[in-house]
C-alpha cells in the first residue's frame, strides 16, 4: 500500500551545521509532496513542496531534493538555528484525488547550541 | 494563506463525557480535515469535514464517535464522545483550497487529555 517513511526518528546538529532530513516513499506514481515542521504545541506548518517534474527546489535556507529513482526525497536546511528545533513531517497526497495527506512517521531536529 | 484557530486550545475531562473542538479558518477552503496525534507520532486522519452533508471517515473512525459538523466553508467541529483515556490526543483541524496541490494548513490542535 502507499507509505510514506522516515529513515531517522531524531536528528542532533550542532547550530551553523546544515540538517539534512531525509523520506522515503513507496508509489512511484506520487507526484508531489510537501514538507511541514511542527514546533512543539503547535500545528504543523508548510516548509516547501515539490512536483515529481523537478529534482529539486529552494527556499530560504531549505532544499528539498527528490530522487524519483530510489523514491527518496530529503530536506536540507542551511546553517541551522535554535528555531529550526522541531518536528518534520513529509507528505504526500494521496492517489485518489482525494486532498487527503499521507504524513510520514516524523523526525525529531534538535539543535545544539 | 489561511489562518486557522481552535477552541479550546486544551482541556482536561472526565471518563464518559463528550467534547465538542471548534475549528475557525479566515477564509473559505473548499476542504477541511480533523486529525488525531498521539505524543510524539504523526498525524493521522480521522474524517473529512464535507460542508452541507455528513463527513466522510476514516477506517477505524466512525460517526457515533466522533460526529462532525461543518455548517459552512470556514467553521467546522469535532465532538470527541464518551471519552475514554485512550482518547487522550491532540485533535488538529485543517482546511485546502480547491486545488488538490493548494497547500493545506493547520490549526495549532487541540491538547486532550481523559481522566
Known amino acids: 500500500g502507499e507509505s510514506v517513511g522516515l529513515h531517522l526518528p531524531t536528528l542532533s546538529v550542532q547550530e551553523g551545521d546544515n540538517s539534512i532530513i531525509n523520506c522515503a516513499y513507496s508509489?512511484?506514481?506520487?507526484?508531489?509532496f510537501i514538507w511541514y515542521k511542527q514546533e512543539s504545541g503547535k500545528g504543523p506548518q508548510f516548509i516547501i513542496d515539490i512536483r515529481s517534474n523537478m529534482d529539486k527546489r529552494q527556499g530560504q535556507r531549505v532544499t528539498v531534493l527528490l530522487n524519483k529513482t530510489v523514491k527518496h526525497l530529503s530536506l536540507q536546511i542551511a546553517a541551522t538555528q535554535p528555531g529550526d528545533s522541531a518536528v518534520y513531517f513529509c507528505?504526500?497526497?494521496?492517489?485518489?484525488?482525494?486532498?487527503?495527506?499521507?504524513f510520514g512517521s516524523g523526525t525529531r531536529l534538535l539543535v545544539r547550541p | 494563506s489561511a489562518v486557522i484557530s481552535q477552541k479550546p486550545s486544551r482541556d482536561i475531562c472526565q471518563r464518559g463525557t463528550s467534547l465538542t473542538i471548534q475549528c475557525q479558518v479566515d477564509?473559505?477552503?473548499?476542504?477541511m480535515f480533523w486529525y488525531r496525534q498521539q505524543p510524539g507520532q504523526s498525524l493521522t486522519l480521522i474524517a473529512t469535514a464535507n460542508q452541507g452533508s455528513e463527513a466522510t471517515y476514516e477506517s477505524g473512525f466512525v460517526i457515533d464517535k466522533f460526529p462532525i459538523s461543518r455548517p459552512n466553508l470556514t467553521f467546522s467541529t469535532l465532538t470527541v464522545s464518551n471519552m475514554s483515556p485512550e482518547d487522550s490526543s491532540i485533535y488538529l483541524c485543517s482546511g485546502q483550497g480547491q486545488g488538490v496541490t493548494d497547500t493545506q494548513y493547520f490549526g495549532p490542535g487541540t491538547r486532550l487529555t481523559v481522566l
Open positions: 507528505a504526500e497526497p494521496r492517489m485518489d484525488s482525494s486532498y487527503k495527506l499521507i
Open positions: 508509489n512511484s506514481a506520487s507526484d508531489y
Open positions: 477564509s473559505q477552503v473548499t476542504m
